[in-house]
């Protein structure tokens, strides 16, 4: 079974892909401070490191980058680095889909506080009711979750 099933045209999320997704939302910031970090690292590098950069060739035989570009272009197809990208990109993209009062709710609710999300309740300023808030946060998660590929 899929982690999110359809059930009489309403979305049902797993509850598990629910957290994952939560936290990558709540996670956002860090991972974008992280991701540009690496990348200003990797570009500020002059040469590559000798042996964790290495090339598999067509026989199976593995082989040096034969420049610093080659060399920076590997070490930027990093898995974390390539899952770093693809949360930003799944975060910014719903993000700047939603109206500025939605923006705002994002903002509120997973960013705030890098611990926990804030209760709905303690969302201020905006014009939505709780329970308009919890569809909207749902519409993100959902988002998120289908670039990501969890749902």
Same mark, same amino acid.
């Given at each position: 079974? %899929? ?15 629910? !957290?994952?997704?939560? /936290? +990558? ?6 991972? !974008? ?7 200003? $690292?990797?570009?500020?590098?002059? %040469? *590559?490191? *000798? ?12 082989? !040096?980058?034969?420049? +610093?570009?080659?060399?920076?272009? /590997?070490?930027?197809? @990093?898995?974390?680095?390539?899952? /770093? ?11 700047? @889909? /939603?109206? *500025?009062?939605?923006? !705002? ?7 705030? $506080?890098?611990?926990?999300?804030? *209760? ?5 300023? +905006?014009?939505? %009711? ?13 988002? +998120? ?7």
């Amino acid at each position: 079974m %899929s982690a999110g099933m359809q059930e009489r045209g309403i979305y049902m999320i797993n509850r598990t892909s629910w !957290k994952i997704i939560e /936290l +990558v939302l709540r996670r956002y910031p860090e991972s !974008k401070i992280e991701y540009e970090q690496y990348i200003v $690292d990797i570009m500020a590098s002059s %040469s *590559p490191h *000798p042996l964790t950069i290495f090339q598999k060739e067509n026989n199976g035989e593995y082989s !040096k980058p034969q420049s +610093v570009t080659e060399a920076k272009a /590997l070490k930027m197809t @990093s898995k974390r680095a390539e899952r /770093l990208k693809k949360e930003i990109e799944a975060v910014e993209l719903v993000y700047n @889909s /939603l109206k *500025p009062e939605e923006q !705002k709710i994002m903002k509120a609710r997973f960013w705030s $506080d890098r611990c926990r999300n804030l *209760p709905y309740t303690s969302i201020d300023k +905006v014009a939505y %009711s709780e329970r308009q808030m919890r569809r909207i946060v749902k519409k993100i998660i959902l988002q +998120v979750g289908i670039y990501l590929g969890e749902i």
